[in-house]
T-cell receptor
Framework: AQSVTQPDIHITVSEGASLELRCNYSYGATPYLFWYVQSPGQGLQLLLK??????LVQGIKGFEAEFKRSQSSFNLRKPSVHWSDAAEYFC?????????????FGQGTRLTINP | GAGVSQSPSNKVTEKGKDVELRCDPI?????LYWYRQSLGQGLEFLIYFQGNSAPDKSGLPSDRFSAERTGGSVSTLTIQRTQQEDSAVYLC??????????FGPGTRLTVT
């Protein structure tokens, strides 16, 4: 069965500092991997996805993530955070089932930005 | 274009009452998904539809939960005899075949 672990429940960084959010997954086949962001009171917005090919993927809002099969990881990074990046971030793994895709989410990492 | 919409945005109900939550997916998306987000359980998959059929109902928490989709479009999630543990945000998402899911804003359900 698929599973996702986000080891950090809460991270605080200073504005302008670099960011890395960790994600480890468990899945028997080649995974489809996603990062979503959720601002307070909002739905989930897709930041980026990995299906195949280049293991370094670029997303919206200056985020990137690197798929490392040997480590079963898909960590999210940003070189310089902005106050507007404060939100909750979810890593997810998906599997195609009969043309649809069931997502399993990690528990989320809440990001706080210090001015 | 229009995204996924959900209604109502907030619902307060008394324990034991039935509730219906509605999801309007992005036009043309064949797959539709329901998830639940609660403090204790995080984001849980509930059910998905491919067209009007639901191949996988394994995520529904109990037989008080049911869902249907008609015309390959609108879906309704029904919770009968609501309990306080049903309080959560119910999220709907839709997708084309094999690609990423787009989420709606959710319905916040409070059972008093």
């Amino acid at each position: 069965a698929q599973s996702v672990t986000q080891p950090d429940i809460h991270i605080t960084v200073s504005e302008g500092a670099s960011l890395e959010l960790r994600c480890n997954y468990s899945y028997g086949a080649t995974p489809y991997l996603f990062w979503y962001v959720q601002s307070p009171g909002q739905g989930l917005q897709l930041l980026l996805k990995y299906f195949s090919g280049d293991t370094l993927v670029q997303g919206i809002k200056g985020f990137e993530a690197e798929f490392k099969r040997s480590q079963s990881s898909f960590n999210l990074r940003k070189p310089s955070v902005h106050w507007s990046d404060a939100a909750e971030y979810f890593c997810a793994v998906g599997a195609l089932i009969q043309g649809a895709q069931k997502l399993v989410f990690g528990q989320g990492t809440r990001l706080t930005i210090n001015p | 274009g229009a995204g996924v919409s959900q209604s109502p945005s907030n619902k307060v109900t008394e324990k034991g009452k039935d509730v219906e939550l509605r999801c309007d997916p992005i036009s043309g998306h064949t797959a539709l998904y329901w998830y639940r987000q609660s403090l204790g359980q995080g984001l849980e998959f509930l059910i998905y539809f491919q067209g009007n059929s639901a191949p996988d109902k394994s995520g529904l928490p109990s037989d008080r939960f049911s869902a249907e989709r008609t015309g390959g479009s609108v879906s309704t999630l029904t919770i009968q005899r609501t309990q306080q543990e049903d309080s959560a945000v119910y999220l709907c998402a839709s997708s084309s075949v094999g690609v990423e899911q787009y989420f709606g804003p959710g319905t916040r359900l409070t059972v008093t």
